[in-house]
């Protein structure tokens, strides 16, 4: 089974959970087209980054999600996208990457809220599915970042009907 971004669970919440991320590292791609284009775009660099290594490393493991961040709406065209290293790695460890497109960074311990959601992550979908949170954490008195993820759990071969997605957004630290 493929390992998964590390989490815990603080507080469930009638459509969403409040969750703690621990910290990870993350090879990243900046893209400025339309979401879907910028999460094909951007894939192919980061599947070329672990799967390639180089002469001191072998390749890095799969990890899901693949992240599909913007600090806009799902409208902009300013993406992130990301593949989350492996539970305990350290950007030290980490082979240099051998294209100046893929960037490696450390994303710290942070509270963000969560909703799940099954069938192909679309940007139709995944409009309604952050706006259902955003409203449902505001009610909560959560106090959201701009920043939405779309992380989409599922190779895009699998029956879309079967896609487990979630949309996650950081809390703003007081």
């Not at 072998?58 to 799902?74: E, G, L, Y």
């Not at 030290?92 to 710290?108: N, Q, T, W």
Request: with cysteine.
């Amino acid at each position: 089974m493929t390992e998964r971004q590390k989490y815990v669970v603080k507080q469930v919440h009638k459509g969403f959970e409040l969750r703690q991320y621990e910290p990870c590292a993350i090879a990243e791609v900046s893209v400025n087209d339309e979401y879907r284009a910028a999460a094909s775009k951007a894939f192919r660099h980061l599947f070329n980054y672990i799967s390639k290594g180089n002469e001191q490393s072998k390749s890095i493991s799969m990890t899901a999600p693949v992240i599909a961040a913007t600090r806009h709406t799902i409208e902009s065209r300013e993406w992130k996208i990301s593949f989350v290293m492996p539970s305990g790695t350290m950007l030290k460890d980490l082979p240099i990457p051998g294209e100046s497109r893929v960037v490696l960074r450390d994303l710290p311990s942070e509270d963000c809220v969560a909703i799940s959601f099954r069938g192909r992550a679309t940007k139709n979908l995944s409009e309604r599915k952050e706006e259902a949170l955003r409203l449902s954490a505001q009610k909560e008195n959560y106090k959201l970042s701009a920043e939405t993820r779309i992380c989409r759990f599922d190779p895009p071969f699998k029956p879309g009907f079967l896609h487990y997605n979630e949309i996650v957004i950081p809390l703003i630290s007081d």
